[in-house]
Structure formats: structure tokens, C-alpha cells
């Protein structure tokens, strides 16, 4: 099976912790999560992130948030023990990205990028959802403080030029970051996240609800870091605790298989269907006397009938296998929130 490759895209607000994530989400798979593991297809972009991540790990310091024009790509590849699973072309873009005008140099870039994502993910900053959990804020100040409407507009537009060239639809992950502050007095991080998906989720990310759409909704975490308001101090590195950080990858591999096999039942069908008929046509060469003067015609409609057998079962074993693998990730994501077709499953 050829490894799978796509575009991935994050979209979230400024210090809303997407380079943190991605900076945890790499190093905790790079050491290996439950059999999966990550790496760079570049050597020196896996320097640069260890080095980053071990400024967290050894003084506490955060990475910086990215800056005009030094958006970064990273090309990942995602295995399960020493099997290829997926590889991710990952923008890493600035959050202003967002809501600046299209004169400022990376926004068009951004644009066109959303257009040919195959998976998009829409960081909820958890320390701007906490005073609505908390009773301190209204869900419409939530909602402005997360540019709502602008990552709205950013999105329906991408999907529909997708939609409007043939491509499927992107899979969507709602990541919340900072994870650790959706908790509060009697509250679990489970009932937060019930809380939110029920009652605050078709307003912060409407897109996730639309029709022949499959979004994850994930809280992930890299430490207990509490509020932060100097966000450029360190923090205390007994508080580093990364949780939940490989699952949206998981769900971007198993939304990616789940339509490719779907794909292929429908390649199945059609060889099934060419193959019947280049059995009934040999069947149909092979009778009478007249099949003496058939020689080189029957010898060319057998060979047909085993090159559709072969490919057939070939894709027998391939769905087959993408099948077990989908399961397997499933299970990797029991007990988080997924929605499909604007219908929440648990």
C-alpha cells in the first residue's frame, strides 16, 4: 500500500498555542506513542524542533509565536512501528494570519493553502473558553475573542472551491489547547468538554456541523500551566504533562483511509463487474468448432480474466488491511466527540 500524503492546515488565533501543540504533538510521537511514531523528512527540521522542545523541557520556555513571513513547512511522516502510515505536508502559520487583510504578505498564501487542505484544524484557545465555563464570560465575548466569524468565512470559502473542483471535503479537528483549564470546582474535564460540544460548539466553530462533514473534537494539553498573562515568561517544568497531543493526527489518518475505502468499494465493484464480463466473453470464444481458429483471442481473454482476478484480490487485501488499520485507530480515540453530518457522536 503506497503511503498515504496531504496537506494539513491549522487555523487559530494568536497565542492561542498552535506552535506548542505542534511542537509537543512531534516529540511526544518522535519518542513514540502507543506503537506511532513520528519524523521529519528533513534531518535538520528534526534538530530544530528537539532543540525547541528541550528549551522547554530543561529552562521552561515556550516556543515563539510565529511571525509575518516566517510561516515554516514541515513534511512529517506519520508510521505505526516501522510502517509508512502517512505523510503530512504542515504549514505552521502565524495566528494574525487569521483576521489581517490580504495585502500582508502571508494571508493570500494562506488562502490558497486552505483550498488545497485535505484536513484542517481550528485551535480553540482553552484559556479564552474557561471564563464562559466559569460563569465569568457570555458565549458571544468567546466568540469575538476567537475571530469566529472571520474563521468562518475562511473556511466555507476553501471547502467550497474544493467542493467546486471535484475534491472531497477536508476532515476537521477542533483542537482545544490548554486543555487544563477547561477544568474548574466540581467540574471534570469530561463534563467541560460535554459542556462545550453541547452548548458552545455549533456557535464557535459552525463549519464542524455542516453536511458530509467528520470532524474530531479533541482538548489537548502540554502541561498545567494555568492562566498565563506574560505569555514570553517561562514555566515551571514540574508542570510539563502533554496529554491527547497525537490523537487529531490519528484522526486526520483515519478520516483519510475511512474515504479512500470507500473509494475502493466502489473500484470493487467495478472490477467485479469486468471481470464477470471477461469470463462470459471467454466462455463465449471457447464454444463451438469455430474455437479451433480462436486460438489468439482466447489465450488474450484468459490472460484478461487472470490481470482482473490478480488486481481484484489485490484490492481485496488492501481494503482489508485499511480496514483493520481504521479499527485500530478508533480505538485510539474512544471517548472523544466526533461529528458527522452535524450530528454528535459519542
Partial sequence: MATPALKLTMLGGTNSGKTTFMLGMYNTLAEGMHGYFMFTEDPDQDLDLRDEWNALLGRGVLPAATLVQSSRYYGFVFNHGFTPLLAIDWMDYRGGAVSDRKDAADVPVLQQRLAASDSIYLVLDGQKLAPWLNGSASLTEVKGSLDVGRVSTLVNRAVAERMSRGLP???????????????GPGRTLRAALDRVVDEALRDLAPIAFK????????????????????????????????????????????????????????????????????????????????????GNRIAAARQRVTDLDGALERGRQEYAANQSLIERLMGELAGHPMIKNGNVER
Fill in 169 to 183: 471535503v477536508p476532515s476537521f479537528a477542533i483542537v482545544i489547547t490548554k486543555a487544563d483549564l477547561l477544568r
Fill in 211 to 294: 453536511p458530509d462533514l467528520t470532524a474530531l473534537v479533541c482538548p489537548v494539553k502540554v502541561g498545567n500551566f494555568g492562566v498565563r498573562q506574560d505569555t514570553a515568561a517561562p514555566v515551571k517544568i514540574s508542570d510539563i504533562d502533554p496529554v491527547g497531543l497525537h490523537r487529531p493526527t490519528i484522526f486526520t489518518l483515519m478520516h483519510y483511509l475511512t474515504v479512500g475505502n470507500g473509494g475502493q468499494e466502489a473500484e470493487q465493484a467495478r472490477q467485479a463487474a469486468s471481470l464477470s464480463a471477461a469470463q462470459q466473453q471467454l466462455v463465449e470464444l471457447s464454444q463451438g468448432f469455430r474455437a479451433f481458429f480462436r
